[in-house]
C-alpha cells in the first residue's frame, strides 16, 4: 500500500485532484474556474467599480486608478493565503493582498461595495459535424427499433437528425439562457445600495448611474433592479439545467452509439494503437460515448445542488450557498465541455459499416414485405384471405429456422419456391427494395437541414474549423 510523502514533501500528485481537471477538460474552461481568473476578476470588478465611482465625483485620483490597472494580474496567491488564514473571509483577503501591491489605491478599493459585489461554440461544431454525417448518409436505409426490437425502416441520417434536434434545443437554451443573464450591479449589503447613497450623499441618481456605469464596464446589458445581498440562486438554477439538459441530450446520443457498435453498424474512432481489453485484444469498446455516458450522468445530477440551496435562502441571504456553489457551478461547467469536446471528436470520426446494415436489414426485411407480397398477389387476380394464410404459414417456418435453428431468414426462399407466388415472382426483387420502405426519410433530412439546422449554425462559422483532439 502506498504511503503518504513525508511533510513539506508533498508534490501534485500527493493530494487528490479532479479528473475534471487533471484528465478530461479543455485549458480554456479549467482556466475560467481557475483561482487566477476568479481572483483576477474580483479585480477588475473593483476597478470597474473605482472608475465609475470617480466618474461621478468621488474623491478617486488618476494615480490610484492607474495603480489598481498596473497590477490587475499580480496576485500574490501566498499572501492572500496567509491573509485568509487570519481574517477567515476569502474577499477581505483579497481586498488586502490587492491593496499591499496597490498601496495609493488601497483605501479606495471595494469602497462601498459587499462581497457578493464579485462572485456555444463546441456544442455548434458537435450540430454541424452530425449535419454533415446525416447529410452524407440521408439515403442509407437501416433498421429502425422501438422498444429496442426491430421496427420499420429508417435511414442512418433520419435518425441521427434525432439527435441533432435535441442539440438545436441544447443551443437555444444555451443562447436563451446567456442573453437573459444580469448583473448583479452595486447593491450594497442587503441589497438596498444605502452604503452607495451614503457616498454620494443621498443623491439617488449618481447611484442608479453607478450601477448602471459598473454594468456595462462588466460587459452586460441589464442588472437586477432588486437583490438581497446576492442576486436570486434561482438564476443558478436556470443555468444548470440548461446544462443537465445537454447532458441528458448527450447521454441518449452516446447511448444509441453505443448500441450500434455493438450490431457492429456504426462505431466511433478508434487509434491504431488503442487496445480496447486488456485481455481480449479483439475488442473495440467505445470508450469514448462510454465517458460521455458516465459524465453526462454526473452533470444531470448537478441540478439537484442549486435547486437545495434556493430553496434554504433565508431572507436577504445566508453563506451555506458559498460552499455548494464553489463546486457545482464549476463542475457543471467542466463537466459539459467535457462531454461536448468528446462528442465532437466522436462525430468527427464515426463509421459506419454499410453491408453490416443491409445484412441485418435483410434478416427482418421479409417479414416486412409480406403486406406489400399480399397487396401484389390481389392485384394479379389472387384471394387476399388465402395469400394471407399461404404467408402466415411460410413465415411461421421461417421464423422457426431463425429462432430455433439460428439460420438465416429464408421466407423469400420459401416464397419463390411455393407455385402459388409464381404470378409475382419476377416482382419480388423489386418488393424487397429497401429504400420502397422508408417512407420519407431523406426528404424530412433535407428539409429538417435546411429549415432548422443550417440556419442557426451561420452565426458560428467563424467558429466551425478548429477540429477536436482528445486525451485518452
Known amino acids: 500500500m502506498a504511503t503518504p510523502a513525508p511533510a513539506g514533501e508533498e508534490d501534485a500528485f500527493s493530494r487528490y485532484r479532479s479528473p475534471l481537471v487533471s484528465r478530461y477538460a479543455s485549458p480554456d474552461m479549467a482556466f475560467n474556474f481557475s483561482e487566477r ?74 469602497l462601498g461595495a459587499t462581497s457578493c459585489y464579485v462572485g456555444d461554440n463546441t456544442l455548434a461544431r458537435v450540430i454541424s459535424r452530425l449535419a454533415n454525417f446525416a447529410e452524407k448518409y440521408a439515403n442509407l436505409p437501416t433498421l429502425g427499433f422501438t422498444h429496442y426490437q426491430p421496427a420499420q425502416l429508417t435511414t442512418v441520417g433520419k435518425r441521427c437528425t434525432l439527435w441533432i434536434q435535441d442539440l438545436c434545443m441544447d443551443l437555444h437554451n444555451l443562447e436563451r439562457a446567456r442573453a437573459e443573464l444580469r448583473f448583479r450591479g452595486v447593491k450594497g449589503t442587503t441589497g438596498t445600495q444605502a452604503s452607495f447613497l451614503q457616498l454620494f450623499e443621498g443623491d439617488h441618481d449618481k447611484v442608479e448611474e453607478l450601477d448602471r456605469l459598473v454594468t456595462a464596464m462588466a460587459g452586460f446589458k441589464r442588472a437586477y433592479i432588486v437583490t438581497g445581498q446576492t442576486y436570486s440562486r434561482k438564476v443558478d438554477i436556470e443555468v444548470l439545467s440548461v446544462l443537465a439538459s445537454l447532458g441528458a441530450s448527450v447521454h441518449k446520443i452516446c447511448t444509441d452509439i453505443r448500441l450500434l457498435a455493438n450490431l457492429k453498424e456504426i462505431e466511433e474512432p478508434f487509434e491504431k494503437e488503442q487496445i480496447g481489453s486488456s485481455a481480449m485484444a479483439y475488442k473495440r469498446n467505445p470508450m469514448r460515448s462510454e465517458r460521455c455516458c458516465s459524465l453526462a450522468r454526473h452533470l444531470m445530477t448537478l441540478i439537484l445542488d442549486p435547486l437545495q440551496t434556493a ?52 434478416q427482418e426485411l421479409p417479414f416486412m414485405s409480406t403486406e406489400n407480397i399480399i397487396m401484389a398477389i390481389v392485384k394479379a387476380g389472387g384471394n387476399r384471405q388465402d395469400c394471407h394464410e399461404k404467408i402466415r404459414v411460410l413465415s411461421q417456418q421461417a421464423a422457426a429456422v431463425v429462432k430455433q435453428e439460428g439460420g438465416d431468414n429464408d421466407l423469400m426462399a420459401r416464397i419463390r419456391a411455393d407455385p402459388y407466388f409464381s404470378p409475382i415472382h419476377d416482382q419480388l426483387e423489386t418488393l424487397l427494395e429497401p429504400t420502397s420502405f422508408t417512407g420519407r426519410a431523406s426528404q424530412q433530412v433535407t428539409r429538417f437541414l435546411k429549415e432548422e439546422v443550417y440556419p442557426v449554425l451561420t452565426p458560428y462559422q467563424s467558429k466551425m474549423g478548429v477540429k477536436m483532439e482528445l486525451t485518452l
Open 311 to 362: 430553496s434554504v435562502q433565508w431572507f436577504e441571504r445566508t453563506l451555506d450557498d458559498s460552499a455548494n456553489r464553489r463546486v457545482s457551478l464549476a463542475e457543471a461547467f467542466l463537466t459539459a465541455d467535457i462531454i461536448l469536446s468528446t462528442l465532437q471528436n466522436i462525430s468527427e470520426g464515426l463509421v459506419v459499416y454499410p453491408k453490416v446494415i443491409a445484412r441485418r436489414i435483410q
Open 37 to 110: 481568473k476568479k481572483f483576477g476578476t474580483w479585480r477588475r470588478l473593483w476597478l470597474y467599480l473605482a472608475q465609475a465611482e470617480k466618474s461621478l465625483g468621488l474623491p478617486i485620483t488618476d494615480e490610484q486608478i492607474q495603480e489598481m490597472e498596473a497590477n490587475l494580474d499580480n496576485i500574490d496567491f501566498k499572501m492572500a493565503a496567509e491573509e485568509e488564514k487570519r481574517l477567515r473571509h476569502d474577499v477581505m483577503a483579497h481586498v488586502h493582498t490587492f491593496a499591499h501591491c496597490c498601496p495609493k489605491a488601497a483605501g479606495i478599493i471595494h
